[in-house]
């Protein structure tokens, strides 16, 4: 390992055992899957159905973290996640917990999930089973395989599709929403767009340690100077769906915390510095539903 990976691992070894499960479930944008049942939550209105909120925040929080866990093993294992990597420090391939049980923890993940979804399947019928299979597939298949999802050109799709549309049309459906009314499109373009962000902020930091690992994301297809641009275009473009799902003043502050991110990623170099971004992307994110639903 190199000197800073020596010093990472020298940090977060004197950390409590917890606290090492807490960074390898990446806890800090688990809020991507959360703010997706929230919307749907928000279009229901009258009609929402608090049992089955919990239920939904419970399967997807549960998929994140389980596909979050599985990636941190199975890169690790792939020899993806080296010593000069820029990104959030990864727990097995540190040597801090053990690979195995990391996927043990996963799998526990996604049983949880399960569970959750056959309640809610009992509920929606056909549609939240396929929902809820698709994204266990994708949950597992994001780092397994013989070509990986994560190291494919359109995991941000993907991202926008199930992180937003999907999610939102999904819980809405479960409490009475119609999933194809122009509503429920936009608001899950709202939401997808800013967890895409999240992913090509990751895969633009990560360009070259992925290109060195046989990986073709889209930012490596793309090039920086388009990977800086698609991401502050969708923060861009979910505010103007924001705008015109709730055309209040109050957009200003999720505007402003747009404008700092965008300012961010193409002034900043590409270093660790940019980890710092993830967590504020999140945060717009979640800004943004709120001034949009309260505003």
Excluded: C
Excluded at 1 to 24: D, F, K, N, Y
Excluded at 119 to 138: K, N, T
Excluded at 254 to 272: D, F, Q, S, V
Aim: net charge positive; hydrophobic share 60%; no cysteine.
């Amino acid at each position: 390992m190199s000197a800073t990976a020596e010093e990472i691992r020298a940090r977060l070894a004197g950390l409590p055992r917890p606290a090492l499960w807490v960074i390898a479930a990446r806890l800090k944008t688990v809020s991507l899957s959360q703010m997706p049942v929230l919307a749907g939550a928000w279009l229901a209105g009258a009609d929402v159905r608090l049992d089955v909120v919990a239920a939904a925040m419970l399967a997807s929080a549960a998929i994140q973290i389980g596909t979050n866990l599985w990636n941190d093993a199975a890169d690790a294992a792939r020899g993806v996640d080296r010593p000069d990597r820029l990104g959030p420090p990864r727990m097995t391939a540190l040597g801090l917990l053990d690979g195995r049980a990391v996927r043990r923890a996963a799998a526990a993940a996604f049983g949880l999930a399960v569970l959750a979804g056959l309640w809610l399947a009992g509920i929606g019928g056909w549609p939240i089973v396929a929902i809820g299979l698709v994204s266990l597939l994708l949950g597992f298949f994001y780092s397994m395989g013989p070509r990986p999802l994560s190291g494919l050109p359109f995991g941000e799709a993907l991202v926008i599709a199930f992180f937003g549309l999907v999610a939102v049309a999904g819980t809405g459906w479960l409490m009475g929403v119609d999933p194809l009314a122009p509503r429920t499109l936009a608001t899950g373009l709202m939401i997808g767009l800013p967890a895409a962000a999240v992913l090509m902020l990751n895969n633009h930091r990560d360009r070259v340690q992925d290109a060195r690992a046989g990986r073709r994301t889209l930012a490596i297809v793309i090039g920086p100077a388009a990977s800086r641009l698609s991401y502050f275009a969708g923060l861009v473009a979910a505010l103007g769906l924001g705008l015109g799902l709730n055309p209040t003043v109050w957009l200003a502050l999720p505007a402003a915390l747009a404008l700092w991110l965008g300012h961010a990623i193409w002034y900043w170099p590409i270093t660790a510095r940019l980890n710092r971004l993830l967590g504020q992307t999140a945060l717009f994110q979640a800004l943004l539903l709120v001034v949009v639903a309260l505003g």
